[in-house]
Nanobody, 124 residues
């Protein structure tokens, strides 16, 4: 059974940084697309970042471009999202996501596996 388990969320002041982690259990997504989505209160789930771990293509939402970096540690089977210069509008539940192939993952409907999410709250 595949499980994606997020951690690293919390309360941070505007301008601060957080690193989210997504530990993968049950299989290795070394040749798949993995990434992050987020959902703010009262809003739809939206794309944040994704990377095709075979071809290397990386995608970021315009709202986080230049402030976020997606990376992975193969030995730990863990994907990370480093977030810097956080803004109050970044407040949301952040979800780790994966798909079974190498295609892009920009929509929630593209996702095959979801984590349960980790809450990020940015205070002004």
């Amino acid at each position: 059974q595949v499980q994606l388990v997020e951690s690293g969320g919390g309360l941070v002041q505007a301008g601060g940084s957080l690193r989210l982690s997504c530990a993968v259990y049950g299989r290795t997504f070394s040749s798949n697309t993995m990434g992050w989505f987020r959902q703010a209160p009262g809003k739809e789930r939206e794309f944040v970042a994704a990377k095709n771990w075979s071809g290397g293509n990386t995608y970021y939402a315009d709202s986080v471009k230049g402030r976020c970096t997606i990376s992975r540690d193969n030995a730990k089977n863990t994907v990370y999202l480093q977030m810097n210069s956080l803004k109050p509008e970044d407040t949301a539940v952040y979800y780790c996501a994966a798909r079974n192939d190498l295609r892009t993952m920009l929509l929630a409907t593209d996702v095959d596996y979801w984590g349960k999410g980790t809450l990020v709250t940015v205070s002004s």
